[in-house]
């Protein structure tokens, strides 16, 4: 990346919030991947749409970044842009019924605003450690709730670099699904529309809901949470634990015991270990039970 892209990057954003060769493991919660040509911490819309609009034009490549919990970066990192939303792309408002937050907003905070608020149909993303905007890509879900159900609004930016209004309804949520990543936009805020409720019965069920995380998921370990999607009619967990893959191991990645789902780093893993083991599994599950899975965390990089 040229000296010129970075100087011109600076003429939308202080310096200091540029960084070169950044070690994507200290983004991700997989804590593997190597580095990104550059880091641009962005704090506002405006200074997000000019940077898009520049990239565009340069047509350089760029991706933005959530809180890294369903990434799989690869060990060779990632030749291009990356993008972070930070500031006023953070922050998380109530009104009545309605919570605003920017899509760098951790979830758990948005869980917090509600359960300050007494509003009631977040509970069950209390203990998804993505941000706003990785849930809208995602369409991230636990105990029967998905974003889907909650969000009513949400504001982007275009791949030209235009702030828009998009409406839910065109993102055709599905499962672990939405059409962000395809259409290319930037998610910038949503809006979640909640139930006035009882605090305490709202603080009790983010609470019974994170213990079972607790007791059913190995939080000890970095991962990217299920490395696979539900497949219909299926348990991911149970079809790998059926193909004898409890606790199997690629170098320093290995299929938790705890939760089969889940692949986990616990013992320095590379990419590559990671990556080896999501084909490992593929295989051997789909030699076992003829079921194909396929992996929820999105590769980033070569492999
Ligand atoms: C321990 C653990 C438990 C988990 N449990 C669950 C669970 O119960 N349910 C569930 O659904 N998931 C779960 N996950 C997975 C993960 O937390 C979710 O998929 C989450 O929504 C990802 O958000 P993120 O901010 O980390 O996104 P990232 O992983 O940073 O990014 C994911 C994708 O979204 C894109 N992206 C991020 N922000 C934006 C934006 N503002 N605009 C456009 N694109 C954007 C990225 O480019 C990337 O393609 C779990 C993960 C872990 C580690």
Do not use: W
Not at 57 to 64: D, E, L, N, R
Not at 100 to 110: Q, T
Not at 117 to 136: D, H, M, R
């Amino acid at each position: 990346m040229s000296e010129i892209m970075i100087s011109n990057l600076a003429g939308f954003v202080d310096r200091e919030r540029i960084s070169e060769n950044v070690l994507l493991k200290d983004y991700t919660t997989f804590k593997v991947g190597g580095p990104a040509k550059i880091m641009i911490k962005v704090n506002t819309v405006k200074e997000l749409c000019d940077i898009i609009a520049y990239l565009n034009k340069c047509q350089a490549s760029y991706m933005i970044i959530g809180n890294g919990s369903n990434l799989l970066v690869s060990d060779e990192g990632y030749d291009g842009i990356v993008i972070k939303l930070e500031g006023d792309l953070m922050k998380v408002e109530a009104k009545e019924n309605v919570i605003s937050a920017g899509a760098g907003a951790l979830l758990v905070n948005v869980c917090r605003e509600a359960l300050n608020n007494s509003l009631t149909g977040l509970e069950f993303a209390y203990g998804i450690p993505g941000t706003v905007g990785g849930a809208i890509v995602m369409n991230a879900g636990a105990f029967d709730g998905e974003m889907s159900m909650v969000v009513t609004g949400v504001e982007a930016v275009t791949k030209e670099g235009e702030s828009i209004y998009v409406s839910p309804h065109s993102l055709r949520f599905g499962y672990r699904r939405s059409e962000v990543r395809k259409t290319g936009i930037t998610v910038t805020k949503v809006e979640f529309t909640l139930t006035k409720g009882d605090r305490e019965e709202i603080e009790n069920r983010m609470n019974e809901l994170k213990n079972r995380r607790v007791e059913k998921q190995p939080l000890e370990y970095p991962s990217a949470g299920s490395t696979f999607k539900r497949p219909e009619g299926y348990f991911a967990g149970k079809l790998i634990s059926e193909a004898g893959l409890s606790g199997e191991r690629i170098g320093g990645a290995c299929v938790s015991t705890k939760h089969n789902g889940f692949i986990i780093n616990d013992a320095g893993a590379t990419a590559k270990d990671v990556n080896d083991l999501i084909e490992l599994v593929k295989k051997r599950v789909y030699d076992t039970s003829n079921v194909k899975l396929e992996p929820e965390v999105i590769k980033v990089g070569r492999f």
